[in-house]
């Protein structure tokens, strides 16, 4: 067995429809249920998960440096120079739990939602204010591409949500949240001409007027799910549904397998071949 990848979660890591406890719910979790419902609930209810990507270093050495730029300047509670050059009027919040609200593994900002039992987590890269007392949430993203960032791209949406997520959990722990949030984007230069040991970068700061109303009627419809005794059908699009389809039926189909046995597998293993399905209505966002 790999030691990145344990396919068999403890049983306290899945749902249990008799428990009363709150139940742990990451806001990566809920756009894996938006991303293939079949596939959420083969994690949190069967406690089986996707394996893993590998961790991209270079992004998590560039939110480990912005970090530790902007701690500065939040305990000289001074903005930086970076808001400044944007006309930006803010500095970063001040806040005893931040370390605790930037740990998404273990701790992050927590709500739990009453109408489902969830407590939903998540883990913030930055949070600034502004004179008003807003709370501005932020995030950092990292790339290397020619050509300007945005957010334009359909595989970004979930950048989005993630950004919403983040402005629910704040309001709900009774903070007052500005609707823009900002993205910290940085860009490695790829027209340079050599190395020298050294990458350089570009930053770009793009606002984002997030927009929450879907947040709440997804969760319930994450608590049905989660409820029922049946699989979800995958979807279509679903890269992980497709190939465990694929291979399941190659598999079926082996010399070692009866006849018999194989006709009826393939049966019911076509049965629960990827299917279109539509994704939860989000507001501004499908």
Known sequence: MSKYYNPQKSASYCFDPKSTQPFRLSRSKIDLFLECQRCFYIDRRMGIGRPPGYPFSLNSAVDALLKKEFDGHRAAQTAHPFMKS?????????????????????????????????????????VWV???????????K???????VSLDAEWQNGYKRQMEVYQWLFRKNGFKVSPTGYFVYVNGKLDAEAFDG???????????????????PTLIKIKECLMSDEIPEANEECDY???????????????????????????ESEKSAPKKITKPKTVGLF
């Open 86 to 126: 944007y006309g930006l009027d803010a500095i970063p919040f001040a806040h005893e739990k931040m370390d605790e609200w930037r740990d998404s593994l273990r701790r992050g900002i927590t709500y739990v939602h009453p109408a489902t039992n969830f407590n939903v987590t998540g883990g913030v890269d930055d």
């Open 130 to 140: 502004n004179p008003a007392g807003e709370l501005i949430i932020v995030d950092y």
């Open 142 to 148: 990292a790339t290397a591409k020619a050509g300007e």
């Open 198 to 216: 050294k990458l350089e970068f570009s930053v770009k700061l793009i606002p984002y007027e997030g927009d929450t109303p879907w947040v709440e």
């Open 241 to 267: 549904c497709r190939y465990r389809f694929a291979v399941k039926r190659v598999e079926l189909k082996s010399a070692n397998f009866p006849a018999a046995t194989r006709r009826e597998s393939v049966t």
